[in-house]
């Protein structure tokens, strides 16, 4: 069985949550998973968290667990963002959450609204506090993120672009221009770097995606990403195994046009 290089990173949720369903995503390429901490109670989480490892294990496959942690959002009418009256980018929820997921022994820890090394670094403080070494993956979805990248970068240990709350901070036709500019930082840095949200929205409730999202994806591989994330598409969609399978497809035929093109430059 061919598996790519980049990772397919996969979120869990009520649409995924029977045991079957988390199975054939791991049987199908879902190489890391994301708990999304703004939903959810401990026990549905505990529960997810299990699913994964007794599949994996019966697999013989290896899926990290990501927590992502919710941080100073607040609700709107269109889903939510961060709290503007938020003082620090730690909340007291995000510190509760923190020691569950760390007690769950999960492999990485994603931190929202991240606004510069401080930030990171706080968050690595907690988690040293607590007894742990746990990865860092710092989210840029504020505009003041993308203008301290640099420093954020060199202060955590991966990088995801978080193109949904990105949006709402940035004029849409950046982000792309955004998105591959950080990519490049992090490929300088030699930082794993994860390209996230609305990869193939479509897909929430169809079983194919758009022509557009394809090139998406692909041109995210290109760009160098090392992974590219479903979040709706399999939390809440109508196609979660479907949408895991889709992306893997689309991240082997990047990978294979990267290695052509490589090879044609060694002639």
């Given at each position: ?14 649409a995924s949550k029977e045991k079957e369903i988390i199975k054939q995503m791991v049987a199908h390429h879902m190489d890391i998973v994301r708990l999304n901490f703004s939903w959810g ?223 044609n430059l060694l002639k």
């Amino acid at each position: 069985m061919n598996y790519s290089r980049a990772q397919v990173v996969a979120t869990i949720g009520p649409a995924s949550k029977e045991k079957e369903i988390i199975k054939q995503m791991v049987a199908h390429h879902m190489d890391i998973v994301r708990l999304n901490f703004s939903w959810g109670t401990y026990d549905e989480h505990e529960y997810y968290i299990s699913t994964v490892r007794e599949y994996a294990k019966e697999l013989n496959r290896r899926i990290p667990i990501l927590q992502d942690l919710s941080g100073p959002r607040t609700k709107t009418e269109d889903g939510h963002e961060i709290d503007p009256n938020a003082i620090k980018a730690v909340t007291e929820k995000d510190l509760r959450d923190l020691d569950f997921g760390l007690k769950q022994n999960v492999d990485y820890i994603a931190m929202s609204y991240v606004g510069n090394k401080n930030d990171v670094l706080e968050i690595k403080h907690h988690i040293k506090e607590m007894g742990y070494k746990t990865p860092v993956i710092a989210k840029i979805e504020r505009k003041v993120a993308v203008e301290k990248a640099d420093e954020i970068i060199d202060a955590a240990d991966g990088i995801m672009i978080a193109r949904g709350d990105l949006g709402n901070e940035v004029p849409l036709e950046q982000i792309p221009f955004i998105q591959n500019m950080i990519i490049k930082k992090c490929k300088a840095a030699v930082k794993p770097v994860i390209t996230a949200t609305q990869m193939m929205l479509s897909m929430k409730d169809n079983p194919t995606p758009t022509r557009a999202e394809v090139t998406d994806v692909a041109f995210a591989i290109i760009s160098g990403s090392d992974a590219v994330m479903l979040s709706d598409e399999t939390a809440n969609g109508k196609y979660p195994v479907e949408a895991v399978i889709m992306m893997e497809k689309i991240i082997l035929e990047a990978e294979k046009y990267l290695k052509i093109n490589y090879l044609n430059l060694l002639k």
